[in-house]
């Protein structure tokens, strides 16, 4: 699949050393959607054709990073949030303090990259924004109030994103690509509640990694969609 993109155009990573985020990177740079990948990672540096490993919760250190783009002469023109961890616990059981680290990784993280690369695509008259949710923000998730709401707050900022830039040709959207086989919130699943998860899944099994990565890179492609939320596996959920 290739993005008909100027050669200076580049795709940015959050989360990229992650299940899902260093998917992205990989399929990116086979089906060369895009001339630059730049791969944005916290625990490790992650691969990619540029690579970078900072604490995007640190608007100083953000803010580095993109002038450091700037002056490089590379024009982001998408961007895609992969970010995203549980602190899993009834809500009375929840510190206020855990709390914060889940609102402010899930969605802080978001606004911080948001509000740092918007002006860009502002200036630039185009850009699209892609932020991995989850069916929690939906649905609500018993013992992940915190990640729930964190979740339900990226469709609110995505949809305000469309709405206040769609008439400046910037897109953003969600998509819920369900539970990853491999990632560290599934292996940290006990078996009886991730057989329960598989079975609601009308195909009988979840989407992988590579197919949402697939699906997201197409997704950066198409110049009229924005303000959507999709689901990427076979749950049929209640619709509200």
Same mark, same amino acid.
């Given at each position: 699949?290739?993005?008909?993109?100027?050669?200076?155009?580049?795709?940015?990573?959050?989360?990229? $050393?992650?299940?899902?985020? $260093?998917?992205?990177?990989?399929?990116? =740079?086979?089906? =060369?959607?895009?001339?630059?990948?730049?791969?944005?990672?916290?625990? =490790?540096?992650?691969?990619?054709d540029l690579r970078f490993q900072f604490d995007v919760l640190d608007a100083a250190a953000l803010d580095a990073f993109a002038d450091k783009l700037a002056t490089s002469n590379l024009h982001v023109s998408a961007v895609v949030h992969c970010i995203g961890a549980t602190r899993d616990a009834l809500l009375p059981?929840?510190?206020?303090?855990?709390?914060?680290?889940?609102?402010?990784?899930?969605?802080?993280?978001?606004?911080?990259?948001? =509000?740092?690369?918007?002006?860009?695509?502002?200036?630039?008259?185009?850009?699209?924004?892609?932020?991995?949710?989850?069916?929690?923000?939906?649905?609500?998730?018993?013992?992940?109030?915190?990640?729930?709401?964190?979740?339900?707050?990226?469709?609110?900022?995505?949809?305000?994103?469309?709405?206040?830039?769609?008439?400046?040709?910037?897109?953003?959207?969600?998509?819920?690509?369900?539970?990853?086989?491999?990632?560290?919130?599934?292996?940290?699943?006990?078996?009886?509640?991730?057989?329960?998860?598989? $079975?609601?899944?009308?195909?009988? $099994?979840?989407?992988?990694?590579?197919?949402?990565?697939?699906?997201?890179?197409?997704?950066?492609?198409?110049?009229?969609?924005?303000?959507?939320?999709?689901?990427?596996?076979?749950?049929?959920?209640?619709?509200?």
């Open positions: 699949m290739e993005v008909n993109n100027p050669a200076s155009d580049t795709l940015l990573v959050f989360g990229a $050393s992650g299940t899902l985020g $260093s998917a992205v990177v990989r399929e990116a =740079r086979q089906s =060369r959607s895009f001339p630059t990948v730049a791969a944005c990672g916290f625990r =490790r540096l992650p691969d990619g059981q929840t510190s206020p303090q855990e709390w914060d680290e889940v609102v402010d990784l899930n969605l802080r993280s978001a606004f911080l990259v948001a =509000r740092r690369f918007l002006p860009v695509f502002v200036s630039q008259r185009r850009g699209h924004v892609v932020f991995v949710g989850s069916h929690a923000g939906r649905s609500g998730r018993a013992g992940q109030t915190g990640y729930a709401a964190a979740k339900s707050g990226l469709i609110g900022l995505a949809q305000s994103i469309a709405r206040e830039y769609g008439r400046r040709n910037i897109q953003a959207n969600v998509v819920l690509p369900g539970f990853l086989p491999g990632s560290p919130m599934v292996r940290r699943m006990d078996p009886e509640t991730l057989r329960q998860f598989e $079975s609601e899944n009308t195909l009988g $099994s979840p989407s992988t990694a590579a197919e949402v990565a697939q699906f997201i890179l197409h997704l950066l492609s198409m110049d009229h969609v924005s303000g959507q939320v999709f689901a990427l596996d076979s749950r049929i959920l209640p619709q509200h």
